[in-house]
C-alpha cells in the first residue's frame, strides 16, 4: 500500500481539525517519516534516560532551556522560557521567567479533555519529581549536590517509600515568585547547572498526567512539545505523531557559517513543526531499512555498512560524497554523533569484577582501529578515553596516547592473572541492546580478536528494554552499548564510573574508587580550563588502569537524505524533526 495513502487513511480528520479554515477544504498534510532503530524503554521523562526513548520524548515534550538548532558550537537558548535566566549578584540564584500562553496537549487527564496553561507550579512539580528517589533512579546525576535542599529532599522520599506523600517536603532552592516566575538557588557556583535544565529528564511534565496515568505514563504522553499524541503510544510497529496546533516556536533566523548559502534559513520565523504529522516506524534491521529508504517510504537514515559502500565513494581528500548514481536523487550528511561505545565490565562479577589483569587483557586484544575501518567504512573515532571528540576533555586535549592492540602484552596479562591461553577461564558473556545484524558484527569482530589469545564470548542479545532492565539489575558480566552526550561537557562521561551513580544509574558496572571519585567532584564545579584538563588526566589514567570500562569508538553519523526534505542539519542535542519540511509533491512523484 501507499505509505502515503496509508497514513491518510489511519490519522482521524479530528487530527487535523485545527489545521485549515473552517469551511476550507483541508490541504494534503505533509508526512515526515524517521525509522527508529529500536524499542523505547518509556516516555515517561523522569523515569528514562536512554537514546531511543528520549529520540521519541523530545517530540513531545518540552524543557526549559534547549539547543540552537543551527549554530555552532553548540549553545544553549530558550524554549519554555521567554529569555534565558538571569544569574543574581550572589552568583548562586536564578531567576526565570516562563513564556505566557503556553499550553499543555488536549487530554483526558484535564476537565473538559482541554490542555491547560504550563506555570511556574508545573516547572517546580517537575523538578521535585526529577528528584524523587522512588520515580527516577537513571538521571538524577545531573542535578546532585546542585540546588539548596533537593538531595535532602530526595534522601526524604527514598526514607518515606513510594506510597508517602512527600508533597509536603519543601526544597529550600526552588521558589515560586508569581504565575510565570521562579528561582533555582544553587550550592555553589556551577557552570554546568543550566545543562540540566535543557536535559529531556527534566521535561516538564503536568501532575494531572501523573495522577491518571501513573505507570502508564510510560506510553501516554501529556508535553507541551511540537507533536502530539492522540492515544497510547506503542513500543513496536509506527507511531504516528501529529502537529502540536498551539506549539510556541519558530523557526531560527541566525545560524552558523554556510547555512544561509545551504539554504537553511528559507523558512526563518515560521511557526514550528514545519511538517503535519511524524511517522516514526520501528525497523530494527538495516537491510529492510535500507530498501524502504531506496522506494522513497523513509525520509532520512544512517546508513549501514553494506549501503555505505553502495552510495557513498571517499574523495581523494577524505571527504565523503554520493556515488553518481545518488547524487542527483539524496544528500549526504555526515558529523559526529557525541557518543561512546564501550564495553562496560560489571565489577561486581566473580570472575572479570575480581581480576584487573584479566581486564587489561582484554583491552590490549581489542583492537578499536579495526572495527571502524571494517565494520564502519573508517567512520568513527578509535578512542583510548570515554570522551567524545567535539567535547572538550578529548583524548587529545589530555594528551592521551592511543590504545593500539598488543597481543604479546594480552597473553602475558593473561597468563598473570592465572589463565595462559585461556585454559582455564570460563566462557564470558556479553549483553547487547540490540538483535540488528551492524550490532552482531561489531560483536563478532570483538569475539575473534579476544580470542586471539584465548578468552572466549558468546553474546546475549535482546531489544533494548529488556537490555535497560538487565543493566539496572546489575545482571550482566560485560555489556556492549553507546552512551550519548547528555550535554556538550565531559563531565557527562566521567559519571558514568562515579560510585554514587550505580546502576540503576548511569555506573551499571559498580565501579567504585576513591580517588576518581574525588577527581570527579572535583570537576563538576570547574569551568573548562588547564586545572580541569589535569583532572581529567589522573581519570584518565586510573581508568586505564583499572578497566571498568573499555572504551572502543565514536561513531560518525553519516545520513542520507531524501531531495524533498528541507532544512537537515545534525544536531546531537536537540531533536531535528520540528525543524525539517517535506515538499509533498515531489515526495509523491519520487523525485
Known sequence: MNPLRHTLVVLSALAFAGLAPAGARAQEPSVLTVLRVAQFDSLDPQRQADLYSDQVLRQLYSTLLTYSYLERPYKLEPDLLESMPVLGADKLTYTFKLRKGVRFVDNACFPGGKGRELTADDVLYTIRRYADANVNNKSFFAMAGAVV???AYRAATAKAGPAADTSTLDVAGLHKVDKYTFTIKLTHENPLFLYALAFEPTAIVPVEAVRMYQDRLSVNAVGSGPFMATGPLDRKGTMRLVKNPNYYRVYPSVGA???????????????????????????EESQPAALKFLRGELDRRNLDRANFTRLVARAPDGSLRLTPEYAGKFTLSSAPAGNVLYI????????????????????????????????????GVPMTGMVPVDVPGNDHDTGAPPRRRDLALAKKLLADAGYPDGKGLPTLTVR????????????????????????????????????????DAGN????????????????????????????????????????????????????????RIEIFKRLNAILRDEVPAIPIYESMRTDSVQKWVGNYKRNIFTTEMQFMSVDMAAKKKGL
Open 149 to 151: 535542599g533537593l538531595d
Open 257 to 283: 557559517p554556510g547555512d544561509a548559502e545551504a539554504g537553511l534559513l528559507k523558512d526563518a520565523g515560521k511557526r514550528l513543526p514545519l511538517v503535519d504529522v511524524l511517522e516514526m516506524p520501528l525497523i
Open 344 to 379: 562496560d565490565v560489571n565489577m561486581r562479577d566473580p570472575v572479570v569484577g575480581r581480576s584487573k589483569l584479566l581486564r587489561q587483557a582484554i583491552a590490549a586484544a581489542i583492537d578499536p582501529a579495526a572495527i571502524v575501518n571494517v565494520i564502519w567504512n573508517g567512520r
Open 432 to 471: 547487547l541492546p540490540t538483535t540488528d545484524a551492524d550490532t552482531r558484527n561489531e560483536f563478532d569482530m570483538i569475539k575473534a580478536q579476544v580470542g586471539a589469545i584465548g578468552v572466549h564470548l558468546v553474546a546475549d542479545a535482546s531489544d533494548y528494554p529488556t537490555f535497560a532492565k538487565a543493566l
Open 476 to 531: 550482566f558480566q560485560l555489556a556492549y552499548y553507546a552512551w550519548y552526550a547528555d550535554y556538550p561537557d565531559a563531565e557527562d562521561f566521567y559519571q558514568l564510573l562515579y560510585s554514587k551513580n550505580v546502576a540503576p544509574g548511569p555506573n551499571a558496572g559498580a565501579f567504585s574508587n576513591a580517588a576518581y571519585d574525588q577527581g570527579y567532584e572535583a570537576l563538576r564545579a570547574m569551568p573548562n580550563g588547564p586545572q
